[in-house]
């Protein structure tokens, strides 16, 4: 006896196995999203007000205003920081620790005009991981014309011109903030 193949039974044969494809792709757990939110009452990635006061790197005794760069998700992401790679134990390092403080990479956009702080010419990405957050003092004379300070971070997904910021404005500065300098028209 031969068998024949007709369209009919391809196409039943092919609902059949589509059908138990389906069915136990339902009863599988399906995986969370692959980057959370810790904590819902904050966005995923926010920067926060840390503290002002005077800074004497290189002997010079400067205003600086500190902020925390928070990563409140359950993925990492990169961005750019001087002074990375760190040598440590033997090993170099480019990941950030919680609590630390580096001199990242970030811009000031006042209107529509973009301008970054200049550090020195050598960057380095930097790994900010799930749940941590870093510090990163600015120039306290830079929030004396309601700027915004924009911090572009990439995901560890994503390759390639997608760029994302970290945005924190003047406004969101207690409004006390200048106390913390002696003569705060100095800058």
């Keep these: 006896m031969k068998f024949r193949t007709t369209p009919q039974i391809i196409v ?4 059949a ?14 995986p969370a999203s692959c980057c959370q939110r810790i904590d819902n009452t904050h966005n995923s ?28 998700t359950t993925c990492s992401f990169s961005l750019l920081a001087e002074g990375f790679p760190y040598f440590f134990d033997g090993k170099y390092r480019c990941n950030a620790i919680d609590g630390e403080e580096i001199a990242i990479y970030y811009e000031f956009q006042k209107d529509k ?16 991981s799930a749940g941590i957050s870093v510090i990163f003092k600015v120039p306290a004379k830079f929030f004396k014309d309601k700027r915004l300070v924009c911090v572009p971070i990439e995901y560890e997904w994503e ?21 913390a300098f002696s003569a705060p028209d100095k800058f």
């Design 17 to 30: 196995l589509v059908t138990a494809i389906g069915h136990g792709a339902q009863n599988e757990k399906k």
């Design 113 to 128: 005009t973009r301008e970054y702080y200049k550090y020195r010419d050598s960057f380095a990405v930097v790994k900010i």
């Design 45 to 72: 990635i926010y920067i926060l007000f840390e503290r002002a006061g005077f800074s004497t790197e290189n002997k010079i005794n400067e205003p600086f205003v500190w902020l925390r760069l928070r990563n409140n």
């Design 12 to 15: 039943i044969g092919f609902f």
């Design 159 to 179: 390759i390639g011109d997608i760029r994302h910021e970290v945005l924190f404005h003047t406004d969101m500065l207690p409004r006390d903030w200048e106390k």
